[in-house]
């Protein structure tokens, strides 16, 4: 490609050269004289308006933030009272507990009353047929049924006697 020449293949010459930066600057003096005020207004209302919308991005952000914000106080204090109504409700449940087994101390108590009371009235039961049958006995030893000063001085001294040994076991 020795032969080849740039200029020849671009056909660029100097007076094209001339005639488009005259063509070009013939352009834009009349672009610029009846159109450069629209442009430059639109190009101003644009920047304006694109600063309004990082004005109220900025707004948008800003109240962003303080709704965050509002809302992780919120959440805290959710926390916080769900963590008081936790405590709460152990204690709660601790004193049911406690009151339970109280009641339960009680009526153990109580039971325990009862059964005494009803063993010692089985005992008096059990010691006055144990004088009847004494007296029985007695009578029949006897046979003197009429006497009974002596019968109950027999029984007293049997049941005594019964008493020591029977009764301690």
């Known amino acids: 490609m020795e032969g080849f020449d740039i200029g020849s293949y671009l056909r660029i010459s ?5 005639l488009v930066l005259i063509s070009t600057l013939l352009l834009v003096t009349v672009a610029r004289h009846f ?17 309004e919308e990082m004005t109220a991005a900025r707004e948008c952000h800003l109240q962003a933030e303080q709704l965050q914000e509002r809302c992780v106080r919120q959440l805290q204090q959710a926390e916080d009272e769900a963590r008081q109504i936790i405590q709460r409700a152990q204690r709660r449940g601790e004193q049911l507990i406690a009151d339970a087994q109280e009641e339960s101390r009680r009526i153990q108590r109580q039971a325990m009353d009862r059964a005494k009371v009803i ?51």
């Open 14 to 18: 100097l007076s094209d050269m001339v």
């Open 119 to 169: 063993q010692a009235h089985e005992e008096k039961a059990l010691e006055q047929a144990v004088i009847d049958l004494a007296a029985a006995m007695c009578a029949r030893l006897t046979e003197k049924q009429g006497d009974q000063a002596l019968h109950a001085r027999d029984v007293e001294k049997w049941l005594k006697e019964a008493g020591e040994r029977l009764w301690q076991a």
């Open 35 to 51: 159109f450069w005020d629209k442009l430059h207004a639109y190009l101003n209302q644009r920047a304006q308006l694109m600063q």
